[in-house]
């Protein structure tokens, strides 16, 4: 029995995240990064009981691009020389939830797949013989631990919603999280029965999202204020833009309205935008047009002027302000 997702405390930006791709599955996946203890599993197969199909598929880490993708029924070939398509773990995870625990330390080829497959919703398959193709309409979750290593930026960027999870922020929190999960262990099923009702409530609004998702629209300023957001983050591309755009009708969606607001931008933005904002937006670069500051001549330890400074800026070196200290850059991982 998994923890129920109304049940869980403390991560409220990562229950929103999960939340918007169980309605929207062709948001791209939802990429996880925290360190241990942060409830990222727990989360992730919570989830898998407010969708359709209730599936948790688990990619392990030395799985084959066969089991991945499906691969030639050999035991059909060989008693019936018959060419048969064996399904693999996308097929399984159709309509529920397909994990990857510790992503970065996946193969790139099969992050690539990956990324493919949740984005399109089909998975497509031309090898050994077999051409098929057939609905993977998935909700990809991945999970890591910044420790372990980084994923290449070009896998990162394709992630749809990226979620950095800090450690526990006070103690209050901290105990609400402990004394849930105790009761939960000391007896599942009478947690579970507490909690059934806004299980229930929250499986139907999911289930009602799903449905009006695809019919929201958007108005020209939402999508004005979109392009804003992107361009001051300095983004590459417009997987950002749509990214966000799809995010926030989802978000419309789970509030059961039938227009999407500014809000709803507003409320899904940081997802969207935390691995994909550039170095220079991120430090706050001066706006375009403001005029460029020139930096003073150097000087040396000893108060000399450095060669090449004249006589006319020499006699102004006692004028000059003091050294200023300026803060670090913060920069991408």
Wanted: with cysteine; hydrophobic share 45%.
């Amino acid at each position: 029995m998994s923890f129920p997702f109304s049940a869980l405390q403390g991560q409220q930006q990562l229950q929103t995240a999960l939340l918007l791709v169980a309605v929207d599955p062709l948001l791209g996946g939802v990429l996880v990064e925290g360190p241990r203890g942060t409830a990222k599993s727990t989360s992730a197969r919570a989830l898998a009981e407010l969708l359709p199909a209730g599936r948790f598929v688990n990619l392990p880490l030395g799985a084959t691009e066969e089991q991945l993708v499906g691969s030639l029924d050999l035991e059909a070939a060989l008693q019936s020389s018959a060419v048969q398509f064996r399904p693999g773990l996308l097929a399984q995870a159709h309509q529920g939830i397909l994990y990857v625990d510790e992503v970065n330390l996946l193969a790139d080829g099969l992050v690539d797949l990956l990324l493919d497959v949740s984005a399109s919703g089909i998975n497509r398959i031309e090898r050994d013989g077999v051409s098929h193709q057939h609905p993977a309409r998935i909700a990809l979750i991945g999970t890591m631990n910044p420790e372990e290593g980084q994923l290449r930026p070009q896998l990162l960027d394709r992630f749809g919603l990226f979620v950095q999870l800090a450690n526990v922020p006070d103690v209050a929190t901290r105990k609400a999280i402990v004394k849930a999960r105790m009761a939960f262990d000391a007896d599942p099923e009478g947690f579970a029965a507490q909690h059934a009702g806004a299980q229930q409530a929250l499986a139907r609004r999911v289930a009602t999202a799903r449905e009006i998702v695809a019919s929201l629209d958007w108005s020209d300023a939402v999508h004005e204020h979109v392009a804003q957001l992107c361009q001051q983050a300095g983004v590459e591309g417009v997987r950002a833009d749509l990214v966000m755009l799809r995010a926030a009708r989802a978000h419309a969606a789970l509030a059961g309205r039938d227009e999407v607001l500014v809000s709803d931008v507003d409320a899904v933005a940081e997802l969207a935008l935390a691995h994909r904002r550039s170095q220079e937006a991120g430090a706050g670069s001066p706006p375009s047009g403001a005029p460029e500051q020139t930096p003073p001549p150097a000087q040396r330890l000893d108060d000399t002027p450095a060669p090449g400074v004249g006589e006319s800026q020499q006699q102004n070196w006692g004028a000059m302000p003091p050294p200023q200290a300026t803060a670090l850059r913060a920069v991408k991982p």
